[in-house]
């Protein structure tokens, strides 16, 4: 269930990254452009690795053999860091759209960075801790404390500066 919610999320961030960066009145210059490929590229390596460390689970899980069980955790890893690594592409793809766009003060620009920069910074810590995983245990343990970072935090800081930055797209319109 936890993984339904998860890739409902990042398709919902598929959606409004789109939504944001295409129906943009500024034009839309390479540094956001490549933001936007750089994501895209992202997604595309996580779900390829998502499909090849589902399939050496299941593999470990009908065989229990040493081979499976390294198999997955490496697949295991490769996922996963992969996983954090889209979620850092989203967030450059926003301070990006957030650089580029119309209407923001600098203040709010400052704010929105510090709280994307701090994600990020997390985000970073993380991702090493992925390489120090010993076990399947301990990528679970890891992939936890991902996940309710994500849901309690970054999520909502994502989604509050996607809202700024349509505020601030509706706000020069008129």
Do not use: C
């Not at 540094?31 to 690795?49: A, E, G, I, V």
């Not at 593999?59 to 997955?72: C, M």
């Not at 923001?104 to 090493?128: C, G, P, R, Y």
Request: charged share 20%; hydrophobic share 35%.
């Amino acid at each position: 269930m936890r993984k339904f919610f998860l890739g409902l999320i990042i398709l919902f961030f598929l959606y409004t990254s789109y939504y944001i960066l295409n129906t943009s009145t500024v034009p839309v210059f390479a540094t956001s452009q490549s933001s936007l490929s750089d994501y895209n590229k992202q997604y595309d390596l996580y779900r390829q690795n998502y499909a090849s460390y589902i399939t050496s689970k299941n593999k470990w899980l009908t065989y229990r053999t040493l081979d499976s069980n390294q198999e997955a955790l490496t697949n295991g890893k490769i996922f996963l860091k992969q996983r954090v690594t889209v979620v850092i592409s989203y967030l450059n793809m926003l301070k990006q759209r957030v650089q580029e766009a119309s209407g923001f003060e600098a203040e709010e620009k400052n704010l929105i960075f510090s709280k994307l920069n701090v994600e990020q910074t997390w985000l970073f810590d993380h991702l090493l801790k992925y390489d120090s995983a010993a076990t399947l245990n301990d990528l679970e343990r890891l992939s936890g404390q991902f996940e309710d970072r994500y849901t309690s935090v970054i999520q909502y800081i994502s989604l509050q500066t996607a809202g700024e930055i349509l505020y601030n797209k509706q706000r020069t319109q008129n």
